[in-house]
């Protein structure tokens, strides 16, 4: 069981910047990525950034350039650095931990969402 608190989120005029934090906790293992999705009102959920075991990114074309996923192991949090936010950005971002079953697949586990607002 994994519980993951973000913050981090609010109110940023267009071009801002904001520094989303996650703070995973619980049993952290076999842990395949880390991530941010987000969601805009009336829109589907979609990826946003996310980062391997191995430290390998991507990131969603939208967010190319301008934001970036990183994470501190001691820590077990993973963070998103969000530059030159766009009002198009705004939307609810939530932390993502896909952990790996001991038998196949993986487990998904979710925090409950800040809130990103950008003004233009």
């Known amino acids: 069981q994994v519980q993951l608190v973000e913050s981090g989120g609010g109110l940023v005029q267009a071009g801002g910047s904001l520094r989303l934090s996650c703070a995973a906790s619980?049993?952290?293992?076999?842990?395949?990525?880390m991530g941010w999705y987000r969601q805009a009102p009336g829109k589907q959920r979609e990826l946003v950034a996310q980062?391997?075991?191995?430290?390998?990114?991507n990131y969603a074309d939208s967010v190319k350039g301008r934001f970036s996923i990183s994470r501190d192991n001691a820590k077990n949090t993973v963070y998103l650095q969000m530059n030159s936010l766009k009002p198009e950005d705004t939307a609810v971002y939530y932390c993502?931990?896909?952990?790996?079953?001991?038998?196949?697949?993986?487990?998904?586990?979710w925090g409950q969402g800040t809130q990103v607002t950008v003004s233009s």
């Open positions: 980062i391997a075991t191995g430290e390998s990114t």
């Open positions: 619980g049993s952290i293992f076999n842990v395949n990525t």
């Open positions: 993502n931990v896909a952990q790996n079953r001991r038998f196949g697949g993986y487990t998904s586990y």
